[in-house]
């Protein structure tokens, strides 16, 4: 089994780490075998929220298949995945995602100026139709912890229901996992032209 963390060559935070890496001979068996299967699949390695995760094995066995789901075979397309795990980042203040999911977001096509605009909390002007559907959809979930009735339908009439389903699954994913660096202060992994988000408002 190849480390566990790649975390030695993370820069430090402005937080000290509370949960960092465990060292491969402290893990108990549930553990090591959680880590094999996470490195086993698409992600290659026990990074992010899998290093505070780890503590609780099963949890994170289970909740790493619930995001492999969402990230690699859920019926949204993947520009409007990305930028919805953005705006969860964004909400959320998740330094670690933010870095990570950039990067993959203008891969995708999402402009430059829509990212930084999201950045600042401000509603994007330079949004692609499907993309303001995203915003639309997430940030009234987030905000009113559901959507209206005028938002589910553009959702169901552009996404299907699953797809629907599925973007509702991501935000709560990404929720779940935000939650999980904040409190364990995981650092970002360094990104080339990724700026860190600030503190909220402006």
């Given at each position: 089994?190849?480390?566990?963390?790649?975390?030695?060559?993370?820069?430090?935070?402005?937080?000290?780490e509370?949960?960092?890496?465990?060292?491969?001979?402290?893990?108990?068996?549930?553990?090591?075998a959680?880590?094999e299967?996470?490195?086993?699949?698409?992600?290659?390695?026990?990074?992010?929220?899998?290093?505070?995760?780890?503590?609780?094995?099963?949890?994170?066995?289970?909740?790493?298949?619930?995001?492999?789901?969402?990230?690699f075979?859920?019926?949204?397309?993947?520009?409007?995945?990305?930028?919805?795990?953005?705006?969860?980042?964004?909400?959320?203040?998740?330094?670690?995602?933010?870095?990570?999911?950039?990067?993959?977001?203008?891969?995708?096509?999402?402009a430059?100026?829509?990212i930084?605009?999201?950045?600042e909390g401000r509603?994007?002007?330079?949004?692609?139709?499907e993309?303001?559907l995203?915003?639309?959809?997430?940030?009234?979930?987030?905000?009113h912890?559901?959507?209206?009735?005028?938002?589910?339908?553009?959702?169901?009439?552009?996404?299907?229901?699953?797809?629907?389903?599925?973007?509702?699954?991501?935000?709560?994913?990404?929720?779940?996992?935000?939650?999980?660096?904040?409190?364990?202060?995981?650092?970002?992994?360094?990104?080339?032209g990724?700026?860190?988000?600030?503190?909220?408002?402006?």
């Amino acid at each position: 089994m190849t480390s566990v963390s790649q975390g030695a060559s993370r820069s430090p935070g402005p937080l000290a780490e509370r949960l960092p890496a465990l060292p491969l001979d402290a893990l108990d068996a549930e553990q090591r075998a959680a880590a094999e299967e996470l490195i086993a699949g698409p992600r290659k390695a026990v990074k992010g929220p899998f290093i505070a995760l780890l503590r609780s094995p099963r949890l994170m066995a289970r909740l790493q298949k619930v995001g492999e789901y969402l990230r690699f075979e859920s019926a949204l397309p993947r520009r409007a995945s990305e930028f919805a795990t953005l705006i969860v980042a964004r909400h959320w203040t998740q330094q670690f995602e933010w870095h990570v999911h950039v990067p993959l977001a203008l891969a995708e096509g999402t402009a430059p100026e829509t990212i930084e605009a999201l950045r600042e909390g401000r509603r994007p002007h330079t949004m692609s139709e499907e993309e303001a559907l995203v915003y639309d959809f997430t940030t009234e979930l987030l905000a009113h912890h559901g959507v209206a009735d005028r938002t589910f339908e553009r959702a169901r009439e552009a996404w299907g229901e699953r797809g629907l389903v599925d973007l509702v699954g991501l935000i709560g994913y990404f929720a779940a996992v935000s939650m999980v660096l904040n409190v364990a202060h995981t650092p970002p992994e360094p990104a080339p032209g990724v700026e860190p988000l600030p503190a909220l408002p402006l």
